[in-house]
C-alpha cells in the first residue's frame, strides 16, 4: 500500500513534467523482483504529513544539429560552434561608404550577419561627408560661389527684401526686390528703402526712389528769382506742401521808378521815365554813365542797339561816329570743345563756377573737329562790319559766315550763310570793342561737329563771343576766342537723329543737361563752351 501511494505521487509530479514514469505492472514489477524499491536521488514527493522530498533529476539532452541561437544544440557542451566569426567586428558597405558592426546569429539560426545598417546612399551635400558614396567629399559644391555654402558650409547668404550671391566667398547683395531699394549701402541690412511715387523723386523731404539722396535733382537749396510785372526777388527754392518746388523769397515792393538800369516800379520796363522816345535806351543826363545812354532821345532810330548804317554820315548806334562798309574775314584756324570750368566759359547755373556740358565729348569731339578744319571741310569765317584797320574801340556788327575751302587761307562766301533778306544768319548786332577786347552777343551760333563719318549741326543760342580781336593791315585776328552759350533739348535731339541708333544712345553717358531753358526747375538744357583762334582770310568773289 505504502509503495502504491508512492508510486501514485510521482506519476503525478511526472505529469507536471517534474519527474518521467512508467507505470506499466512489468516495469514496477520487474524492479522489486531485481532490487526492490529504490529511492530516487535527489527527488521529492509529497509525505504523510506534508513535508517536502528530494528533487528528481532533469531530462536527458536529446541531441540535433548546431544552430546559431545561444544553445547547445548537438550536446557537445559546447554553444554555437562552427559559426566562425560570431562576434567579430565587420562592415556593412555601399559603394565607398561602411557602417560599423558586429556579427551576430541570423534570425533562423543558420548563419552568422553583421548587425551594422547598410549606408544609405543621398545626393551629395555639403556636409564634410561622401553622401553619394563615391569616395569624394562635397564635391560639385563651389563655397567661393555657392550662395547656400559661401566660405563654409552651410552658411547661406540671404538679405531682407533682396536677392543675394556669393562672390569669392564672400555673400553679395546682387538686386533689390521689387519696390524695395538699397539707399544707404549696408548689405547687413538687405534693401530697407521702400520706393515711394514709382520710384520718381518728388520734393517730400523723402528719398522716393531709394538712391541714398533725399529731392536731388529737384534744385531745393538752390537761388531763385522771382518776377512780379517788372520786378525781381531773390530766393531760395523749398518744397512745397503738393510735392512740388517753389521760390521762397521776400515780398516784391514796387518803388519809384529811377535811371539805374531796373525795373523799380515792377511795371514790366526799365528805366522808362528817362526814355522820351521809347526805344528802351534812357537818354537824361541825369542817368549813370555807366549805362547804355541814347545818343538821341528824341528818334528811336538812333540808339545803342541800333544797328549802324554804313558811310551814310550819320551814327545811328551812338558809338561816336559812322561806320565804314565792307567786311573783313578772317578763318578759324583752331577750334575745339572747352574742357570743364573754361575760363572763358559762362555760369548759367549760378553756382559760381563756369558750366560745359560737353566738356566730357572734347576728347571724342576735337582731333575730328580739328581734322575737319585742317582738310577743309569746316570752314568758319568770323567777319567784322564797321570796323576800321587799326581800331581799338568801337560798336560793329560780327558774322559767322561759312566758307566753301579754296586753298589755305581762301575761301569763298557759301550762299547758306544768308537769309531771305541777305542778312547773315549768324549775326551779333553792336558787339563791342574795348582796347582789343571783344564781346559780342548773344546770338545764335550753328556749329557742325564732325563725328565718325556724320555731322551733327547744333544751334548754340545765346551764345556769347570774347576774345583779343586785331584789326590791321594783314587782316583780322581773334586769339584766345571763346563762344559760350546753351543747346536746347530740341536742338540735340535734331542732331542725333542723323545718328545710328547704336551711337546716338551713347551720347546720355557723357552729356547730361544742366540748363532750366524753361523755368519749371528741371534741366532742359545743355551748357556749351567752345575755344577757338582766328587768322586772316582771303575771300575771293
Same mark, same amino acid.
Given at each position: ?417 544768308? =537769309?531771305?533778306? #541777305? /542778312?547773315? @544768319?549768324?549775326?551779333?548786332?553792336? %558787339?563791342? *570793342? +574795348?582796347?582789343? $577786347?571783344?564781346? !559780342? ?74 540748363? =532750366?531753358?524753361? #523755368? /519749371?526747375? @528741371?534741366?532742359?538744357?545743355?551748357? %556749351?563752351? *567752345? +575755344?577757338?583762334? $582766328?587768322?586772316? !582770310?582771303?575771300?575771293?568773289?
Amino acid at each position: 500500500m505504502g509503495r502504491a501511494l508512492i508510486l501514485l505521487a510521482s506519476c503525478g509530479l511526472w505529469s507536471l513534467g517534474l519527474v518521467a514514469c512508467d507505470d506499466s505492472p512489468s516495469a514496477g514489477t520487474e524492479a522489486e523482483a531485481d532490487t526492490g524499491p529504490t529511492p530516487m536521488a535527489d527527488a521529492t514527493v509529497p509525505t504523510p504529513d506534508g513535508g517536502p522530498t528530494p528533487d528528481m533529476a532533469p531530462p536527458a539532452c536529446v541531441p540535433s544539429d548546431e544552430r546559431c541561437d545561444g544553445l547547445d544544440n548537438d550536446c557537445d557542451t559546447r554553444i554555437d560552434e562552427g559559426f566562425a566569426g560570431l562576434g567579430d567586428a565587420c562592415m556593412a558597405t555601399e559603394g565607398a561608404c561602411a557602417n560599423p558592426g558586429t556579427q551576430i546569429c541570423a534570425a533562423d539560426g543558420s548563419a552568422v550577419v553583421c548587425d551594422a545598417p547598410v549606408p544609405v546612399v543621398g545626393a551629395e551635400i555639403c556636409d564634410g561627408k561622401d553622401n553619394d558614396c563615391d569616395t569624394r567629399i562635397d564635391e560639385g559644391i563651389d563655397l567661393a560661389v555657392d550662395p547656400a555654402n559661401c566660405g563654409r558650409c552651410g552658411r547661406v547668404c540671404g538679405y531682407d527684401h533682396a536677392n543675394a550671391g556669393c562672390d569669392e566667398a564672400v555673400c553679395v547683395l546682387t538686386s533689390c526686390e521689387g519696390g524695395f531699394g538699397d539707399a544707404n549701402g549696408i548689405v547687413a541690412d538687405g534693401c530697407e528703402c521702400v520706393i515711394t511715387n514709382g520710384g520718381v523723386e518728388r520734393c517730400d523731404g523723402e528719398d522716393n526712389n531709394c538712391n541714398g539722396a533725399v529731392d536731388e535733382g529737384l534744385g531745393v537749396g538752390e537761388d531763385c528769382v522771382v518776377e512780379d510785372g517788372g520786378c525781381r526777388a531773390e530766393g531760395v527754392q523749398i518744397c512745397a506742401e503738393d510735392g512740388s518746388v517753389l521760390c521762397s523769397h521776400p515780398p516784391i515792393v514796387p518803388g519809384d521808378e529811377v535811371c539805374d538800369g531796373l525795373d523799380n516800379d515792377c511795371d514790366g520796363t526799365i528805366d522808362e521815365d528817362f526814355d522820351a522816345d521809347g526805344d528802351g535806351f534812357p537818354g537824361d543826363p541825369a542817368c549813370p554813365a555807366n549805362l547804355r545812354v541814347d545818343c538821341n532821345d528824341n528818334d528811336p532810330a538812333f540808339n545803342p542797339g541800333a544797328r549802324e548804317i554804313c558811310e551814310d554820315g550819320i551814327d545811328q548806334n551812338c558809338d561816336g561816329g559812322d561806320a565804314p562798309c565792307g567786311g573783313i574775314s578772317a578763318y578759324i584756324s583752331q577750334a575745339g570743345v572747352a574742357g570743364a570750368n573754361g575760363a572763358g566759359c559762362r555760369d548759367f547755373t549760378g553756382d559760381g563756377v563756369p558750366d560745359n556740358a560737353f566738356a566730357g565729348t572734347g576728347p571724342l569731339a576735337n582731333g575730328n573737329i580739328q581734322d575737319a578744319i585742317d582738310n577743309g571741310q569746316l570752314n568758319l569765317l568770323p567777319t567784322t562790319y564797321g570796323l576800321a584797320p587799326g581800331a581799338r574801340q568801337g560798336r560793329f556788327d560780327l558774322a559767322i559766315l561759312i566758307g566753301q575751302f579754296v586753298r589755305p587761307t581762301t575761301y569763298r562766301i557759301d550762299a547758306r550763310s544768308y =537769309d531771305a533778306a #541777305g /542778312d547773315p @544768319r549768324a549775326l551779333f548786332i553792336n %558787339a563791342q *570793342l +574795348q582796347n582789343g $577786347a571783344l564781346s !559780342a552777343g548773344p546770338g545764335d551760333f550753328p556749329f557742325e561737329i564732325p563725328a565718325g563719318g556724320f555731322v551733327l549741326a547744333v544751334n548754340v543760342a545765346r551764345a556769347t563771343i570774347t576774345g583779343a580781336l586785331t584789326l590791321d593791315d594783314q587782316g583780322l585776328t581773334i586769339r584766345n576766342g571763346w563762344i559760350s552759350g546753351v543747346v536746347p533739348q530740341a536742338s540735340l535731339n535734331a542732331a542725333l537723329a542723323v545718328l545710328p541708333p547704336e551711337l546716338a544712345q551713347l551720347v546720355p553717358l557723357v552729356l547730361q543737361p544742366d540748363v =532750366d531753358e524753361d #523755368g /519749371d526747375g @528741371r534741366p532742359d538744357g545743355y551748357s %556749351a563752351c *567752345l +575755344q577757338f583762334e $582766328a587768322r586772316p !582770310a582771303t575771300i575771293l568773289p
